[in-house]
């Protein structure tokens, strides 16, 4: 196995989209990622793809927020996993209930989703399309807005007048300090300019714009007093001037251009009995193409580029059948465990363990054998010493 090195420069990068996980890591939590979401997924039984825990079938897996720990991940925020386009989804308006006629006694889960295409066409012409359904998304009231709106007072930070413009800059007023003013400010955003809803003159006459919006700079005005503005809709959708309509499932007419690692939105509830307060996404991939076809095109063209342009592989592919070791840290010595592995596994190379020992430790001058560790991903081994293939 080799890892990637940088590409020849006539080396034709293949049309693969850009792919994250859908919960973010936190800047401090940035080694083996990878790991960890193995890890969580395989002590979670109702995580399991294909078939759950019961033998139903069930075409995805859950991440809970419970197991992805908020000191690790952004565990409530769901990302796009690939570029792609938003094509469809629904928001609850409240979260629903299995026993409407006693609800203190029923389960509360969530039926909201957003639904992305994405597309890999890989050598030219070999196209797939396949989606990715993220399920159990936040009722609308839990998405926060990052608006306030504040009163306060006009307050030059020059000892000028305060300068009112409108959205082509030009300019609308000028106003002395301690004019009473309504402001709509964007906490999440770096923007120096907020919006000016309105102001009041000395004579007590309130001024605002017949169309359109006007600016304020964001130190000319003191705050006597803000409340967050209340949620207007998914922020994506409003990013996107589109408006949230709730309780229905929505085509898009236009889909939402999206890059793998967007926020698309918060994760919701979805309980158990006996169970309250649980948040967990159900996220599956699936595609109606041929990708058998898809994938034996693909291979061929990528064994041909590998080969005449120098690609490498940047993952590490192991073969259901292959064999493993276990490593003897104090004698330096790779074990045979005469056993193989039971399933297919392909790992980015960047996150496995790697070792590398002389295959003759008496000679200085032995070759070397590279071992990778696949212990961590492999679902119920606790092998402290690791699990190795080469």
Same mark, same amino acid.
């Given at each position: 196995?080799?890892? #990637?090195?940088?590409?020849?420069?006539?080396?034709?990068?293949?049309?693969?989209?850009?792919?994250?996980?859908?919960?973010?890591?936190?800047?401090?939590?940035?080694?083996?990622?990878?790991?960890?979401?193995?890890?969580?997924?395989?002590?979670?039984?109702?995580?399991?793809?294909?078939?759950?825990?019961?033998?139903?079938?069930?075409?995805?897996?859950?991440?809970?927020?419970? #197991?992805?720990?908020?000191?690790?991940?952004?565990?409530?925020?769901?990302?796009?996993?690939?570029?792609?386009?938003?094509?469809?989804?629904?928001?609850?308006?409240?979260?629903?209930?299995?026993?409407?006629?006693?609800?203190?006694?029923?389960?509360?889960?969530?039926?909201?989703?957003?639904?992305?295409?994405?597309?890999?066409?890989?050598?030219?012409?070999?196209?797939?399309?396949?989606?990715?359904?993220?399920?159990?998304?936040?009722?609308?009231?839990?998405?926060?807005?990052?608006?306030?709106?504040?009163?306060?007072?006009?307050?030059?930070?020059?000892?000028?007048?305060?300068?009112?413009?409108?959205?082509?800059?030009?300019?609308?007023?000028?106003?002395?300090?301690?004019?009473?003013?309504?402001?709509?400010?964007?906490?999440?955003?770096?923007? *120096?300019?907020?919006?000016?809803?309105?102001?009041?003159?000395? #004579?007590?006459?309130?001024? *605002?714009?017949?169309?359109?919006?006007?600016?304020?700079?964001?130190?000319?005005?003191?705050?006597?007093?803000?409340?967050?503005?209340?949620?207007?809709?998914?922020?994506?959708?409003?990013?996107? *001037?589109?408006?949230?309509?709730?309780?229905?499932?929505?085509?898009?007419? *236009?889909?939402?251009?999206?890059?793998?690692?967007?926020?698309?939105?918060?994760?919701?509830?979805?309980?158990?009995?006996?169970?309250?307060?649980?948040?967990?996404?159900?996220?599956?991939?699936?595609?109606?193409?041929?990708?058998?076809?898809?994938?034996?095109?693909?291979? #061929?063209?990528?064994?041909?580029?590998?080969?005449?342009?120098?690609?490498?592989?940047?993952?590490?592919?192991?073969?259901?059948?292959?064999?493993?070791?276990?490593?003897?840290?104090?004698?330096?010595?790779?074990?045979?465990?005469?056993?193989?592995?039971?399933?297919?596994?392909?790992?980015?190379?960047?996150?496995?363990?790697?070792?590398?020992?002389?295959?003759?430790?008496?000679?200085?001058?032995?070759?070397?054998?590279?071992?990778?560790?696949?212990?961590?991903?492999?679902?119920?081994?606790?092998?402290?010493?690791?699990?190795?293939?080469?």
């Amino acid at each position: 196995m080799s890892e #990637k090195n940088k590409e020849s420069p006539q080396a034709e990068k293949p049309r693969i989209p850009a792919v994250a996980f859908p919960l973010k890591p936190k800047a401090e939590n940035s080694k083996n990622v990878l790991q960890q979401y193995f890890t969580h997924l395989a002590h979670d039984p109702s995580a399991r793809f294909l078939f759950n825990e019961i033998g139903l079938w069930h075409q995805g897996i859950h991440l809970r927020a419970d #197991k992805f720990k908020a000191s690790e991940f952004d565990n409530e925020k769901i990302c796009a996993i690939a570029d792609g386009k938003l094509i469809a989804y629904k928001v609850d308006s409240e979260y629903k209930n299995d026993n409407p006629k006693e609800p203190a006694n029923g389960t509360i889960y969530s039926t909201g989703f957003f639904l992305l295409e994405h597309e890999i066409e890989y050598p030219k012409g070999n196209k797939l399309t396949f989606y990715s359904l993220y399920r159990h998304t936040a009722k609308l009231g839990e998405y926060k807005s990052s608006f306030v709106i504040i009163s306060g007072k006009t307050q030059s930070a020059d000892k000028k007048n305060v300068m009112i413009r409108d959205n082509n800059k030009k300019l609308v007023a000028q106003l002395p300090d301690g004019w009473d003013i309504t402001v709509r400010k964007d906490k999440a955003g770096k923007n *120096k300019l907020d919006e000016l809803l309105w102001y009041k003159d000395d #004579k007590g006459v309130e001024h *605002k714009p017949d169309e359109g919006r006007w600016t304020i700079f964001h130190r000319s005005y003191t705050i006597e007093s803000e409340q967050v503005e209340p949620v207007q809709g998914i922020p994506l959708l409003i990013a996107n *001037k589109i408006d949230t309509e709730v309780d229905s499932e929505v085509k898009l007419t *236009k889909a939402i251009e999206i890059k793998a690692g967007t926020e698309l939105g918060l994760m919701g509830e979805y309980n158990q009995p006996t169970e309250s307060g649980k948040r967990l996404l159900h996220l599956e991939v699936f595609t109606y193409d041929d990708i058998n076809v898809f994938r034996k095109e693909a291979k #061929k063209a990528y064994d041909k580029d590998k080969e005449k342009k120098g690609i490498q592989d940047n993952f590490l592919y192991v073969n259901q059948g292959s064999r493993i070791y276990s490593y003897a840290g104090d004698s330096k010595k790779i074990i045979d465990l005469h056993d193989q592995t039971k399933v297919e596994i392909m790992l980015p190379l960047s996150e496995v363990e790697k070792l590398t020992v002389s295959e003759n430790l008496k000679d200085k001058n032995a070759k070397q054998r590279t071992y990778y560790n696949i212990q961590p991903y492999l679902h119920g081994t606790t092998s402290g010493v690791g699990i190795y293939v080469d």
